[in-house]
């Protein structure tokens, strides 16, 4: 019995999970879309980039490392940047949530590769690392995502140096009413909750030349 509860239980999360990150059926709640008032102001003061920032997609996701919703849009914007090579500015804004023990951690240990220049590498590792989150092995972490400077990492992990940005992201969020990870911004408008549907079409819109709004 306490066999078939397990294996009962992890379906359940298992659609769960499918659900939260494709929510492309008739029965799926339509997404709440509203447009950010100064956004370029607040994409400047919380948003991590992870790479070149002048694109014409400016797309802001709100992350916490150990969620795997945010590891399924990841590689939907993976899919995204590969057909619009060129076209997508990402950021990362810090959304750890209080149910997942190593977030802040990983949030942490982000913030202080890309203070060293590795923001994309250490992004890709936290989430695809075969090194599971829970050991909080940062410095392994960085070692895999190429840091260059461990000692300095190390120091800036172990001084707790990125907490103002993770803090000032949550902050963020809370005011626009986030209602979990993976929210996204593209080009001002928020999708909550973000679907791979709605931000393909968000995106291309933008391409397009229109307003990201549905």
């Not at 940062?138 to 120091?155: I, K, L, N, Y």
């Amino acid at each position: 019995m306490t066999v078939l509860l397990t294996l009962a239980t992890l379906v359940a999360a298992g659609v769960l999970v499918e659900g939260r990150i494709n929510r492309s059926s008739a029965a799926a709640p339509r997404a709440r879309t509203e447009e950010v008032d100064d956004w370029a102001r607040h994409l400047a003061d919380v948003g991590v980039p992870l790479g070149d920032k002048t694109r014409p997609v400016q797309l802001a996701v709100f992350t916490d490392f150990e969620c795997p919703f945010c590891q399924r849009m990841d590689s939907v914007l993976t899919d995204l940047d590969r057909r619009h090579p060129g076209k997508i500015s990402q950021y990362v804004i810090h959304f750890p949530l209080g149910m997942h023990r190593a977030a802040t951690g990983a949030a942490t240990a982000f913030e202080c590769a890309a203070r060293l220049g590795s923001a994309a590498q250490m992004h890709h590792v936290l989430f695809w690392s075969s090194t599971s989150l829970q050991t909080e092995k940062w410095s392994q972490f960085a070692q895999e995502a190429g840091v260059a400077d461990a000692s300095r990492f190390t120091a800036c992990v172990n001084a707790d140096e990125g907490r103002a940005r993770i803090a000032a992201g949550v902050a963020f969020g809370e005011s626009l009413g986030v209602s979990g990870t993976p929210a996204v911004i593209v080009n001002g408008w928020l999708f909550d909750p973000s679907t791979p549907a709605a931000v393909n079409k968000a995106v291309a819109a933008i391409l397009r030349g229109s307003s990201p709004k549905p």
